[in-house]
């Protein structure tokens, strides 16, 4: 309600038609979620549980906020400060999904309740925010294709099982890190200080490695020899470090010949710095991604930037190799390698 009436002062017509999408959006999920009640049971038991968990406490409270979200569809972009309530709502959907997991294993109330809404609610999120990123043309319409894919690759599941073909699914290293990326990404988009060209960009890229991802996927899926060892050991290990040296030079060339100044020149030494020692080298590397964002603004980027941001990219995708002081991100992944994609 707070959200419609400071709507309602800039475009009364917008904020009505976010109320009602928003409303109609968590009825419909609020129903979804009462049909599957009955799986509110342990995963290695069938008793039916009294009440919920606080992990699945916390998967409602993303429901509703994936529910106010939505109410921005088929809206302009607020003005002002409101403009960044999509990417504020955006954000704590996707902090919260790192919760809510956590919360069920730390008190002992995993459920099949709880694990399918976590799975409902990431692929909505994903499709939802692909659709605002179109819709505020920060991306591209082909990014849709990250919105969807989950769908089309359960869709095609149940299609070769419908023919009685083999099913063969086993667990993909790599798509944890990509789906932390796309949420990673998919937020950065939403905030109203970043624009295109930079934004279609790279969210292209992220969308490239996520659908051959998907891709890959779907074609061993009949296959029981499916090997998993995407990137031999040697590489996964000596890669990120060429890599991390190729975005220090970059850096220090940037710092050195005086192209950027201050606040930027410190921001940047800070990034060189934190990749030299291994610190968080995947967030980091996000967050360099957002900062060529908002140093570019509306500017085409240039070679430099252009290899600072595949550079980083790859460092999301491969992690921080061998050398590094502290990788939080890490066990954050392996927290969530059991989780279907």
């Not at 038609?17 to 959006?25: E, G, H, K, T, Y």
């Not at 968590?26 to 129903?31: D, V």
């Not at 499916?226 to 710092?255: C, D, E, H, M």
Request: with cysteine; net charge positive; charged share 15%.
């Amino acid at each position: 309600m707070v959200i419609s009436y400071l709507f309602l002062q800039q475009d009364g017509f917008a904020s009505f038609r976010w109320f009602i999408i928003a409303s109609s959006v968590f009825l419909w999920q609020i129903i979804l979620f009462y049909l599957d009640l009955s799986k509110n049971t342990p995963i290695n038991r069938r008793s039916l549980l009294p009440g919920f968990g606080i992990g699945t406490w916390l998967s409602l409270f993303r429901l509703l906020l994936l529910s106010l979200l939505a109410g921005f569809l088929f809206s302009p972009r607020p003005a002002g400060w409101l403009s960044w309530t999509p990417f504020t709502l955006y954000l704590l959907f996707n902090l919260v999904d790192l919760l809510d997991g956590y919360a069920a294993r730390r008190w002992g109330r995993v459920t099949r309740l709880g694990e399918k809404l976590d799975l409902d609610l990431d692929g909505r999120g994903m499709l939802l925010g692909s659709l605002l990123a179109v819709q505020y043309g920060s991306a591209g319409w082909w990014y849709l294709l990250v919105g969807a894919a989950r769908y089309l690759y359960v869709a095609g599941l149940w299609l070769r099982r419908r023919l009685g073909l083999p099913v063969i699914e086993k667990p993909n290293p790599l798509s944890r890190p990509l789906a932390g990326l796309q949420m990673g990404v998919g937020t950065a988009l939403l905030a109203p200080v970043l624009f295109p060209p930079y934004t279609i960009l790279v969210s292209t890229l992220t969308m490239v490695a996520f659908i051959g991802n998907f891709l890959h996927d779907w074609l061993i899926i009949g296959k029981e020899n499916n090997p998993r060892q995407f990137v031999p050991p040697s590489v996964s290990k000596l890669l990120p470090l060429f890599l991390r040296g190729i975005i220090v030079t970059l850096l220090a060339y940037r710092i050195s010949s005086g192209a950027i100044g201050a606040p930027s020149l410190y921001v940047e030494f800070f990034f060189a710095t934190a990749l030299i020692l291994g610190a968080g080298t995947r967030i980091l590397s996000l967050a360099l991604l957002i900062h060529l964002g908002l140093v570019l603004e509306r500017q085409p980027p240039q070679m430099v930037e252009l290899a600072l941001s595949f550079c980083s990219l790859a460092i999301v995708y491969l992690g921080a190799g061998t050398l590094f002081l502290w990788a939080p991100e890490n066990s954050i992944l392996r927290r969530r390698e059991q989780r279907a994609k």
